[in-house]
């Protein structure tokens, strides 16, 4: 079965950085897309960024704003969230996602348009 496993989450202090992984394993890795997303206390979940996995292209949500970068590697079944200059807003747990179908970019910051997602990880930005 597909299972998608986040990891690299932890404490780090404001202009800080962090990396992200997910490990994704139960299906055929480069046939999809992975997304990020976080979810604050009280909040919605929010898309950060997605990557098709077929051919590469990736797509970020507002919330970047240039500071994060999401890549893959295939030989691994991995996906990465480098994260930069972190700020306290940034403080959530922070999931990826994947479906049964390769989701374009039009709508693959939707959460609602995924079916697998991962445990979650917690990133916590203070002083």
């Known amino acids: 079965q597909v299972q998608l496993v986040e990891s690299g989450g932890g404490w780090v202090q404001p202009g800080g950085a962090l990396r992200l992984s997910c490990g994704a394993s139960?299906?055929?890795?480069?046939?999809?897309?992975i997304g990020w997303f976080r979810q604050a206390p009280g909040k919605e979940r929010e898309s950060i960024a997605c990557i098709n996995l077929v051919d590469g292209p990736t797509d970020y949500s507002d919330i970047p704003q240039g500071r994060f970068t999401i890549s893959a590697n295939s030989a691994k079944n991995a996906v990465y969230l480098e994260m930069n200059n972190l700020n306290p807003e940034d403080t959530a747990v922070h999931y990826c996602a994947t479906d049964d179908f390769l989701l374009p970019f039009f709508v693959a910051h939707q959460p609602r348009k995924y079916v697998y997602w991962g445990q979650g990880v917690q990133v916590t930005v203070s002083s």
């Open positions: 139960g299906f055929t890795f480069d046939n999809y897309a």
